[in-house]
């Protein structure tokens, strides 16, 4: 009876030991082997692993560099830190509103009298943890952006440590693109090849990086949204050729987004710069991503029962580019299983044109375009395949199985996994340089009394409601005297 007790009292203490390791030791533990509940804990217990004396990997981001003059270390005995975050998210964020003033003077005080404390790393998680609650829409993203912006100027030209603060998963990338288009805009580049050379090794420079493919494209859209501001907006092929340098064309693809983004979807109070027009994706590199944002224009031919505006292409290169980037624009009202019939008009089958392997291509831009807004397809691999043989075309067979083991964290070979480069520039032009041949603006079928019916609209034009705009206001651009050279 006693060895029975013995045992008993013995398993009891295993019992409770272990009740207490779960209760107390497990959730630490678990937020360091789970990112996804590492998100949601409170600051310090962020990155809690075995040792408290490194400087830990921000979530699913970057490893910070030791001698990061942006990071606090996240440690469990840092309760400084932890009471001053606590006191940040708790009590001084709660009483603002980003409708009761900008960032620059609502958060930027705060911002600074707490970067001491807990660091730009801290500081971007009370983004995570409140902003969303608390603000949410748009004008929380414009302060998201402005963190970046000022995240860029804390950095001081240590452009990497900045990176590595910014480069991580949470709030839409929105403070990776501010930070990196305000490197952008500081570097005073006097060639292409310089600039494209400062973005690969100083901002995205963590391609090769495992797992962060995708918020490697996220930091070539903010090298876009850079170039955009940096050029005139009459001038974005210029800015698009900058892209056109990198080594990697999904970055190439990306980047042009970016650009093109900052011209047509920019933030309020900026109204796009070209409307009433088919431009600049007539006629820059990269109309695929161009015309993904082309919405205005687009349903406003629609509208006018002019359905496939893309016939009035120049050339095919942009014709192409066209059907490609209307279908990703188009498509948020379908589905990728239907894409058969999204793209019926295309069938080679039924188009009248005489080159069928052309007609081929335009059928493929559609499918393509389609398949890229929808690449995180929710069905099973087999379902997938299923759709993919249902074609009657081998050639779309093959275009659509591109698409069923994609993984957006995932490079693949850097020839264009993402922006089908072999495709989308099969027809491009190029002069001895390199650079793309410029055709033709195409011809804006409708006729308008609208004062924008212009192809580009020369101002920035703001809302009167917001009052003249401050000497760095995003989307601002110094305007070039003729007889003076452009940036670059």
Known sequence: NDERASNLAMIMGVGILLIFFIAIVGPVSWAHREPEMRESMPWPLHDMGKSTKKVYTNPKGLKYSPGNTLVVKKTSDNKAAYAAYQELVDTVLLPYDMKDGSP????????????????????????????????????????????????????????????????????????????????????????????????????????????????YQSCAHGVGHGLGM????????????????????????????????????????????????????????????????????????????????????PDRYHEVGCVWGTSFHDSHRHHWDIADEFCA???????????????????????????????????????????????????????????????????????????????LEKYAELNPDGTHVRPHAAPWPLDSSDEQSSAFSDEVVRNEEEGPASSDEIFSYDEQEDDEPSPL
Not at 352 to 376: H, I, P, S, V
Not at 387 to 411: E, G, L
Request: aromatic share 14%.
């Open 230 to 313: 940096l050029f005139p907006p009459e001038e974005s092929f210029r800015a698009a050729e900058v892209c056109a340098l990198a080594e990697d064309y999904d970055f190439a693809g990306s980047c042009a987004t970016g650009i093109y983004m900052t011209l047509m979807e920019p933030l309020p109070p900026f109204r796009p710069q070209y409307m009433n027009s088919l431009g600049p994706c007539d006629r820059d590199p990269f109309p695929a991503n161009c015309y993904r944002f082309k919405g205005h224009d687009l349903g406003q031919l629609h509208r006018a029962g002019i359905q496939y505006p893309c016939y009035l292409m």
């Open 345 to 423: 008009h295309y069938d080679p089958d039924e188009s009248e044109l005489e080159d069928k392997n052309y007609a081929m291509d335009l059928y493929l831009a559609c499918l393509d375009g389609l398949w890229t807004r929808f690449w995180q397809f929710k069905e099973t691999n087999a379902k997938k395949i299923e759709v993919c043989m249902s074609f009657k075309h081998p050639a779309a067979q093959r275009h659509c199985a591109r698409f069923i083991h994609k993984d957006k964290n995932t490079r693949v070979d850097g020839k264009g996994a993402w922006y089908n480069k072999d495709f």
């Open 104 to 215: 620059e003077t609502v958060m930027y005080p705060i911002w600074e009298e707490y970067f001491p404390q807990i660091g730009a790393n801290g500081l971007l998680n009370t983004l995570h943890s409140r902003w969303k609650k608390l603000w949410g829409g748009s004008g929380a993203l414009h302060a998201r952006h402005r963190f970046g912006e000022w995240l860029a100027m804390k950095a001081n030209g240590q452009w990497r440590d900045m990176i590595e603060v910014a480069a991580r998963p949470d709030l839409g990338h929105a403070q990776l693109h501010g930070a990196v288009w305000h490197a952008v805009l500081s570097r005073n580049a006097d060639t292409y090849e310089e600039m494209i050379d400062f973005v690969e090794t100083e901002l995205c420079f963590f391609r090769d990086e495992p797992g962060l493919f995708d918020i």
